[in-house]
């Protein structure tokens, strides 16, 4: 069975800095890319970032530059640095592994950039 489970997310003022991790547990996990997306509210959940199992990453734009994806196949975890936080950042993120066919979902956490 396959468990996902983000942590790392907060309240924090603009221009800060917050860590997501996402513990993924149930499938092996160095095989698959994986992808962090997040979802505002009223707004449909987006694509903001992902690595391959090759450690090959890409970004939204509107991130480039701030966030960092990483993965660390040895604690089946995968992160989300995000620095420079912009109130347009506020949302619940997600993470998901690419496994052809199979879509699971964690619960989220919630990142929220106010002054």
């Known amino acids: 069975q396959v468990q996902l489970v983000e942590s790392g997310g907060g309240l924090v003022q603009p221009g800060g800095s917050l860590r997501l991790s996402c513990a993924v547990s149930?499938?092996?996990?160095?095989?698959?890319?994986v992808g962090w997306y997040r979802q505002a509210p009223g707004k449909q959940r987006e694509l903001v970032a992902s690595i391959t199992s090759g450690d090959s990453t890409t970004y939204r734009d509107s991130v480039k530059g701030r966030f960092t994806i990483s993965r660390d196949n040895a604690k089946n975890t995968a992160y989300l640095q995000m620095n420079s936080l912009k109130f347009e950042d506020t949302a619940v993120y997600y993470c998901?592994?690419?496994?052809?066919?199979?879509?699971?979902w964690g619960q989220g956490t919630q990142v929220t950039v106010s002054s």
């Open positions: 149930g499938i092996r996990f160095s095989m698959y890319g």
């Open positions: 998901k592994p690419f496994i052809p066919g199979r879509v699971f």
